[in-house]
Protein backbone atom coordinates (compact mmCIF):
# COMPACT_ATOMS: atom_id res chain seq x y z
CA UNK A 1 0.00 0.00 0.00
CA UNK A 2 0.76 3.47 -0.20
CA UNK A 3 3.26 4.83 2.81
CA UNK A 4 0.20 7.68 3.55
CA UNK A 5 -2.24 5.04 4.03
CA UNK A 6 0.08 2.52 5.58
CA UNK A 7 1.31 5.07 7.99
CA UNK A 8 -2.30 6.27 8.82
CA UNK A 9 -3.46 2.55 9.50
CA UNK A 10 -0.03 2.04 11.75
CA UNK A 11 -1.36 5.32 13.98
CA UNK A 12 -5.28 4.20 13.91
CA UNK A 13 -3.67 0.28 15.18
CA UNK A 14 -1.68 2.19 17.76
CA UNK A 15 -4.50 4.04 19.08
CA UNK A 16 -6.56 0.74 19.35
CA UNK A 17 -4.05 -0.60 21.74
CA UNK A 18 -2.75 1.88 23.69
CA UNK A 19 -7.06 2.76 24.61
CA UNK A 20 -6.97 -1.72 25.68
CA UNK A 21 -3.55 -1.95 27.14
CA UNK A 22 -4.22 1.18 29.44
CA UNK A 23 -6.80 -0.46 30.79
CA UNK A 24 -6.00 -3.79 31.37
CA UNK A 25 -2.75 -3.14 32.41
CA UNK A 26 -0.97 -5.36 29.75
CA UNK A 27 0.52 -2.44 27.92
CA UNK A 28 -0.46 -2.03 23.81
CA UNK A 29 2.18 -4.38 22.64
CA UNK A 30 -0.07 -7.29 23.45
CA UNK A 31 -2.49 -6.20 21.02
CA UNK A 32 -0.20 -3.90 18.17
CA UNK A 33 2.62 -6.74 17.90
CA UNK A 34 0.21 -9.62 16.95
CA UNK A 35 -1.74 -7.28 14.25
CA UNK A 36 1.71 -6.10 12.98
CA UNK A 37 2.71 -9.85 12.16
CA UNK A 38 -0.92 -10.50 10.82
CA UNK A 39 -2.55 -7.67 9.00
CA UNK A 40 0.76 -5.86 8.09
CA UNK A 41 3.06 -8.60 7.27
CA UNK A 42 5.85 -7.03 9.60
CA UNK A 43 9.00 -9.84 10.44
CA UNK A 44 8.57 -11.15 14.01
CA UNK A 45 11.38 -9.70 15.39
CA UNK A 46 10.79 -6.01 13.92
CA UNK A 47 7.65 -6.33 15.25
CA UNK A 48 8.61 -7.09 18.62
CA UNK A 49 11.13 -3.59 18.51
CA UNK A 50 7.81 -1.76 17.45
CA UNK A 51 6.39 -3.96 20.78
CA UNK A 52 9.09 -2.69 22.49
CA UNK A 53 8.47 1.14 21.43
CA UNK A 54 4.92 1.06 21.70
CA UNK A 55 5.01 -0.27 25.49
CA UNK A 56 7.73 2.11 26.21
CA UNK A 57 5.26 5.16 25.02
CA UNK A 58 2.22 3.23 27.09
CA UNK A 59 4.07 3.52 30.15
CA UNK A 60 4.94 6.96 30.26
CA UNK A 61 1.47 8.08 28.78
CA UNK A 62 0.09 6.20 31.38
CA UNK A 63 3.03 6.51 33.84
CA UNK A 64 2.56 10.17 34.46
CA UNK A 65 -1.16 9.91 35.01
CA UNK A 66 -1.43 7.43 37.29
CA UNK A 67 1.29 9.38 39.33
CA UNK A 68 -0.63 12.42 39.01
CA UNK A 69 -3.74 10.35 40.31
CA UNK A 70 -2.01 8.11 43.22
CA UNK A 71 -2.69 5.15 41.87
CA UNK A 72 1.08 4.04 41.01
CA UNK A 73 3.22 2.68 44.00
CA UNK A 74 6.34 3.84 43.25
CA UNK A 75 8.57 1.93 46.03
CA UNK A 76 6.57 -1.59 45.24
CA UNK A 77 7.30 -0.62 41.61
CA UNK A 78 10.85 -0.21 41.78
CA UNK A 79 11.01 -3.17 44.17
CA UNK A 80 10.12 -5.23 41.79
CA UNK A 81 12.36 -3.55 38.59
CA UNK A 82 14.81 -5.48 40.40
CA UNK A 83 13.94 -8.59 39.29
CA UNK A 84 11.96 -7.61 35.75
CA UNK A 85 15.14 -5.59 34.55
CA UNK A 86 17.20 -9.04 34.46
CA UNK A 87 14.39 -10.99 33.50
CA UNK A 88 13.93 -8.45 29.74
CA UNK A 89 18.15 -8.41 29.35
CA UNK A 90 18.06 -12.39 29.32
CA UNK A 91 14.32 -12.40 27.00
CA UNK A 92 15.85 -10.21 25.03
CA UNK A 93 19.26 -11.86 24.21
CA UNK A 94 17.24 -14.87 23.68
CA UNK A 95 14.78 -13.69 21.02
CA UNK A 96 18.42 -12.51 19.28
CA UNK A 97 19.85 -16.03 19.02
CA UNK A 98 16.59 -17.77 18.30
CA UNK A 99 15.54 -15.14 15.28
CA UNK A 100 19.90 -15.45 14.06
CA UNK A 101 18.93 -19.45 14.33
CA UNK A 102 15.73 -18.98 12.04
CA UNK A 103 13.62 -20.13 14.43
CA UNK A 104 11.46 -16.54 14.15
CA UNK A 105 8.10 -19.41 13.49
CA UNK A 106 8.62 -21.33 16.60
CA UNK A 107 8.49 -17.24 18.37
CA UNK A 108 5.58 -16.73 16.88
CA UNK A 109 3.80 -19.90 18.10
CA UNK A 110 4.71 -19.02 21.55
CA UNK A 111 3.51 -15.96 21.11
CA UNK A 112 0.35 -17.28 20.31
CA UNK A 113 0.07 -19.78 22.87
CA UNK A 114 0.81 -16.47 25.78
CA UNK A 115 -2.46 -15.02 24.44
CA UNK A 116 -4.14 -17.29 25.03
CA UNK A 117 -2.39 -18.28 28.32
CA UNK A 118 -4.08 -14.65 29.19
CA UNK A 119 -7.79 -15.77 28.81
CA UNK A 120 -8.47 -17.62 32.52
CA UNK A 121 -6.24 -15.05 34.50
CA UNK A 122 -8.10 -12.24 32.83
CA UNK A 123 -11.89 -13.73 33.26
CA UNK A 124 -10.67 -15.07 36.82
CA UNK A 125 -9.19 -11.14 37.71
CA UNK A 126 -12.87 -9.44 36.65
CA UNK A 127 -14.45 -11.87 39.72
CA UNK A 128 -12.11 -11.06 42.36
CA UNK A 129 -13.88 -8.61 44.79
CA UNK A 130 -11.74 -5.61 45.79
CA UNK A 131 -9.52 -6.65 49.46
CA UNK A 132 -10.74 -4.04 51.92
CA UNK A 133 -7.97 -4.85 54.31
CA UNK A 134 -4.44 -4.97 53.56
CA UNK A 135 -2.67 -8.23 53.66
CA UNK A 136 -0.41 -9.68 56.17
CA UNK A 137 3.60 -8.64 55.54
CA UNK A 138 6.50 -10.61 55.07
CA UNK A 139 9.99 -9.43 56.49
CA UNK A 140 11.13 -7.91 53.34
CA UNK A 141 7.89 -6.19 52.91
CA UNK A 142 8.05 -4.93 56.48
CA UNK A 143 11.81 -3.62 56.55
CA UNK A 144 11.08 -1.85 52.92
CA UNK A 145 7.51 -0.40 54.24
CA UNK A 146 6.03 -1.54 50.96
CA UNK A 147 2.54 -0.04 51.98
CA UNK A 148 0.13 2.40 50.74
CA UNK A 149 -3.33 3.44 50.25
CA UNK A 150 -5.47 4.83 47.38
CA UNK A 151 -9.09 6.31 46.93
CA UNK A 152 -11.15 4.31 44.91
CA UNK A 153 -13.44 6.70 42.82
CA UNK A 154 -15.84 3.63 41.97
CA UNK A 155 -16.33 2.55 45.76
CA UNK A 156 -16.09 6.38 47.08
CA UNK A 157 -13.52 5.22 50.00
CA UNK A 158 -9.62 4.72 50.71
CA UNK A 159 -8.84 1.49 50.55
CA UNK A 160 -5.22 0.64 52.03
CA UNK A 161 -2.81 -2.67 51.81
CA UNK A 162 0.48 -3.90 52.02
CA UNK A 163 2.87 -6.17 50.01
CA UNK A 164 2.24 -9.59 51.15
CA UNK A 165 4.81 -12.29 49.93
CA UNK A 166 7.26 -10.50 48.06
CA UNK A 167 10.02 -13.35 47.28
CA UNK A 168 7.69 -15.19 44.77
CA UNK A 169 6.06 -11.89 43.35
CA UNK A 170 10.13 -11.15 42.43
CA UNK A 171 9.87 -15.03 40.59
CA UNK A 172 7.20 -13.92 38.43
CA UNK A 173 8.10 -10.52 38.47
CA UNK A 174 11.59 -12.06 36.37
CA UNK A 175 9.66 -14.03 34.49
CA UNK A 176 7.34 -10.58 33.19
CA UNK A 177 10.47 -9.49 32.56
CA UNK A 178 11.44 -12.02 30.14
CA UNK A 179 8.82 -12.05 28.20
CA UNK A 180 9.16 -8.45 27.62
CA UNK A 181 12.13 -8.66 26.41
CA UNK A 182 11.97 -12.16 24.54
CA UNK A 183 8.38 -10.72 22.54
CA UNK A 184 7.90 -7.15 23.24
CA UNK A 185 4.85 -7.60 24.72
CA UNK A 186 4.82 -5.51 28.14
CA UNK A 187 4.68 -8.62 30.15
CA UNK A 188 1.78 -7.05 31.89
CA UNK A 189 -0.52 -9.76 32.77
CA UNK A 190 2.84 -11.47 34.64
CA UNK A 191 3.39 -8.32 36.27
CA UNK A 192 -0.27 -7.80 37.62
CA UNK A 193 0.04 -11.38 38.22
CA UNK A 194 2.73 -10.46 40.76
CA UNK A 195 1.62 -8.25 42.19
CA UNK A 196 -2.41 -8.50 42.73
CA UNK A 197 -2.02 -12.43 43.64
CA UNK A 198 1.67 -12.59 45.72
CA UNK A 199 1.59 -8.87 46.49
CA UNK A 200 -2.15 -9.02 47.28
CA UNK A 201 -2.03 -5.43 45.92
CA UNK A 202 -5.93 -3.92 44.99
CA UNK A 203 -6.33 -4.32 41.24
CA UNK A 204 -6.60 -0.79 40.11
CA UNK A 205 -2.93 0.05 42.05
CA UNK A 206 -1.57 -3.12 40.60
CA UNK A 207 -2.74 -2.27 36.89
CA UNK A 208 -1.37 1.19 37.58
CA UNK A 209 2.09 0.30 39.25
CA UNK A 210 2.00 -2.81 36.14
CA UNK A 211 2.30 0.32 33.76
CA UNK A 212 4.74 2.00 35.47
CA UNK A 213 6.78 -0.70 35.48
CA UNK A 214 6.71 -1.18 32.19
CA UNK A 215 8.84 1.09 31.23
CA UNK A 216 12.03 0.56 32.81
CA UNK A 217 11.53 -3.28 31.66
CA UNK A 218 10.55 -2.29 28.07
CA UNK A 219 14.09 -0.15 28.25
CA UNK A 220 15.95 -2.87 28.99
CA UNK A 221 14.87 -5.35 26.63
CA UNK A 222 14.71 -2.33 24.10
CA UNK A 223 18.62 -1.42 24.57
CA UNK A 224 19.61 -5.50 23.40
CA UNK A 225 17.14 -5.31 20.77
CA UNK A 226 18.00 -1.99 19.29
CA UNK A 227 21.64 -2.95 18.60
CA UNK A 228 20.61 -5.90 17.09
CA UNK A 229 19.05 -3.98 14.71
CA UNK A 230 15.56 -5.04 15.26
CA UNK A 231 14.31 -1.75 16.02
CA UNK A 232 12.97 -0.13 13.21
CA UNK A 233 11.64 3.72 13.95
CA UNK A 234 9.42 4.35 10.90
CA UNK A 235 7.30 1.39 12.31
CA UNK A 236 7.16 2.07 15.44
CA UNK A 237 6.87 5.70 15.40
CA UNK A 238 3.36 5.79 13.80
CA UNK A 239 2.30 3.18 16.22
CA UNK A 240 3.90 4.48 19.25
CA UNK A 241 2.25 8.04 18.78
CA UNK A 242 -1.09 6.43 18.38
CA UNK A 243 -0.38 4.54 21.59
CA UNK A 244 0.52 7.36 23.13
CA UNK A 245 -3.58 9.09 22.26
CA UNK A 246 -5.25 5.99 23.08
CA UNK A 247 -3.72 5.36 26.11
CA UNK A 248 -4.30 8.76 27.07
CA UNK A 249 -7.78 8.16 26.87
CA UNK A 250 -7.15 4.38 28.95
CA UNK A 251 -6.03 6.16 31.62
CA UNK A 252 -8.76 9.01 32.09
CA UNK A 253 -11.36 6.20 31.89
CA UNK A 254 -9.70 3.71 34.25
CA UNK A 255 -10.30 5.00 37.41
CA UNK A 256 -14.66 5.46 36.89
CA UNK A 257 -14.43 2.01 35.57
CA UNK A 258 -15.82 -1.48 37.40
CA UNK A 259 -13.25 -4.11 37.43
CA UNK A 260 -15.31 -6.39 35.70
CA UNK A 261 -15.87 -4.49 32.35
CA UNK A 262 -12.12 -3.86 32.17
CA UNK A 263 -11.06 -7.64 32.26
CA UNK A 264 -14.47 -8.24 29.61
CA UNK A 265 -13.28 -6.05 26.95
CA UNK A 266 -10.33 -7.82 26.53
CA UNK A 267 -10.90 -11.54 26.47
CA UNK A 268 -12.09 -11.36 22.56
CA UNK A 269 -9.67 -9.78 21.34
CA UNK A 270 -6.78 -12.01 22.97
CA UNK A 271 -8.40 -15.02 21.61
CA UNK A 272 -8.38 -13.62 18.27
CA UNK A 273 -5.24 -12.38 18.01
CA UNK A 274 -3.58 -15.41 19.84
CA UNK A 275 -5.30 -18.11 17.30
CA UNK A 276 -3.93 -15.70 14.00
CA UNK A 277 -0.55 -15.84 15.56
CA UNK A 278 -0.42 -19.09 15.78
CA UNK A 279 -1.82 -20.04 12.16
CA UNK A 280 0.64 -18.11 11.27
CA UNK A 281 3.81 -19.51 13.13
CA UNK A 282 2.31 -23.30 11.76
CA UNK A 283 2.39 -21.51 8.26
CA UNK A 284 -1.34 -22.05 7.70
CA UNK A 285 -2.08 -18.18 6.81
CA UNK B 1 9.06 11.61 38.34
CA UNK B 2 6.02 12.36 36.85
CA UNK B 3 7.86 15.46 35.40
CA UNK B 4 10.46 13.35 33.84
CA UNK B 5 7.76 11.25 32.47
CA UNK B 6 5.72 13.62 30.73
CA UNK B 7 9.00 16.22 29.10
CA UNK B 8 10.56 12.53 27.91
CA UNK B 9 7.17 12.01 26.25
CA UNK B 10 6.41 15.18 25.16
CA UNK B 11 9.59 15.19 23.67
CA UNK B 12 9.59 11.80 21.80
CA UNK B 13 6.28 12.78 20.09
CA UNK B 14 7.21 16.10 18.65
CA UNK B 15 10.15 13.88 17.29
CA UNK B 16 8.15 11.49 16.15
CA UNK B 17 5.42 13.38 14.97
CA UNK B 18 7.34 15.93 13.29
CA UNK B 19 9.86 13.27 10.94
CA UNK B 20 6.83 10.78 10.60
CA UNK B 21 4.82 13.39 8.59
CA UNK B 22 8.17 15.11 6.92
CA UNK B 23 8.72 11.23 5.76
CA UNK B 24 5.14 10.98 4.57
CA UNK B 25 5.10 14.51 2.73
CA UNK B 26 8.37 13.41 1.00
CA UNK B 27 7.14 10.53 -0.94
CA UNK B 28 3.32 9.91 -0.28
CA UNK B 29 2.70 7.62 -2.16
CA UNK B 30 5.83 4.95 -2.07
CA UNK B 31 5.49 1.62 -1.58
CA UNK B 32 5.19 0.79 2.09
CA UNK B 33 7.24 -2.82 1.68
CA UNK B 34 10.36 -0.77 0.94
CA UNK B 35 9.84 0.78 4.60
CA UNK B 36 9.20 -2.79 6.36
CA UNK B 37 12.88 -4.13 4.73
CA UNK B 38 14.91 -1.35 5.48
CA UNK B 39 15.55 0.09 8.66
CA UNK B 40 16.90 3.27 8.92
CA UNK B 41 18.00 2.52 12.78
CA UNK B 42 20.96 0.51 11.81
CA UNK B 43 22.64 3.01 9.94
CA UNK B 44 22.41 5.78 12.52
CA UNK B 45 23.40 3.44 15.57
CA UNK B 46 26.89 5.38 14.72
CA UNK B 47 26.06 8.49 16.26
CA UNK B 48 28.41 10.98 14.21
CA UNK B 49 26.36 9.45 11.05
CA UNK B 50 22.96 9.91 13.41
CA UNK B 51 24.44 13.25 14.00
CA UNK B 52 24.88 14.22 9.83
CA UNK B 53 21.69 12.88 9.53
CA UNK B 54 20.10 15.72 11.87
CA UNK B 55 21.91 18.51 10.77
CA UNK B 56 20.89 17.70 7.21
CA UNK B 57 17.31 17.63 8.42
CA UNK B 58 16.37 14.01 7.17
CA UNK B 59 13.30 12.70 8.83
CA UNK B 60 14.66 8.96 8.96
CA UNK B 61 17.37 10.80 11.70
CA UNK B 62 14.91 12.29 13.57
CA UNK B 63 12.38 9.33 13.84
CA UNK B 64 15.49 7.67 15.57
CA UNK B 65 16.36 10.68 17.53
CA UNK B 66 12.53 10.04 18.52
CA UNK B 67 13.24 6.46 19.60
CA UNK B 68 16.47 7.25 21.77
CA UNK B 69 14.23 9.59 23.80
CA UNK B 70 11.61 6.97 24.24
CA UNK B 71 14.06 4.57 25.77
CA UNK B 72 16.23 6.72 27.58
CA UNK B 73 12.44 8.30 29.31
CA UNK B 74 11.93 5.48 31.91
CA UNK B 75 15.92 5.31 32.21
CA UNK B 76 15.68 8.72 33.58
CA UNK B 77 13.42 8.27 35.63
CA UNK B 78 15.02 5.74 37.50
CA UNK B 79 17.88 8.09 37.75
CA UNK B 80 15.28 10.34 39.59
CA UNK B 81 13.94 8.10 41.67
CA UNK B 82 17.11 6.85 43.42
CA UNK B 83 17.85 10.67 44.03
CA UNK B 84 14.49 11.06 45.36
CA UNK B 85 14.65 8.34 47.69
CA UNK B 86 18.52 9.08 48.59
CA UNK B 87 17.24 12.53 49.42
CA UNK B 88 14.50 11.67 51.38
CA UNK B 89 16.92 9.30 53.84
CA UNK B 90 15.47 5.74 52.58
CA UNK B 91 18.48 4.01 51.89
CA UNK B 92 17.35 0.53 51.47
CA UNK B 93 14.74 1.75 48.24
CA UNK B 94 17.23 3.97 47.05
CA UNK B 95 19.97 1.11 47.14
CA UNK B 96 17.79 -0.86 45.01
CA UNK B 97 16.74 2.10 42.63
CA UNK B 98 20.38 2.25 42.15
CA UNK B 99 20.74 -1.70 41.34
CA UNK B 100 18.03 -1.30 38.93
CA UNK B 101 19.68 1.77 37.06
CA UNK B 102 23.33 -0.40 36.96
CA UNK B 103 21.53 -3.36 35.75
CA UNK B 104 19.79 -1.39 32.71
CA UNK B 105 23.43 0.16 31.99
CA UNK B 106 24.55 -3.50 32.01
CA UNK B 107 21.77 -4.25 28.80
CA UNK B 108 23.10 -1.16 27.09
CA UNK B 109 27.06 -1.59 27.83
CA UNK B 110 27.48 -4.98 28.23
CA UNK B 111 24.67 -7.66 26.80
CA UNK B 112 23.40 -5.27 23.65
CA UNK B 113 27.13 -4.98 22.08
CA UNK B 114 27.87 -8.70 23.15
CA UNK B 115 24.50 -9.73 21.19
CA UNK B 116 24.92 -7.60 18.23
Known amino acids: ?285 | MAGVLRVGLVLAVVLLAAALVTLVARSPLASSGAYISANPLSRYLDLRTLAAGLASGTPEAFLTLGAYVLIATPVARVVSGTYAFAAVGERRLAAITGAVLALLLLGLLVVGPLVR
Open chain 1, 1 to 285: VELVVFALLLVLTGVFAGFVGSLTGLGGAVVALPVLVVAFGVPFPDAAGVGLLTILATSSTTGAAYVRDHLSDLRIGMFLEIATVPGALVGATATVFLVHARLDDALLVALGLILFGLVPGTIARGRQPTPTTPAPQDHVSRSLGLTGSYYDEARKERIPYAAAQTRPALGVAFLAGAVAGMFGIGGGVFKVLSLEQYLRLPMKVATATSNFMIGVTGAAGASVLLLAGFINPVLGAPVALGTVVGALGGSRLLPTLRNRTVRWLFVPVLLVLGAEVILRGVGWA
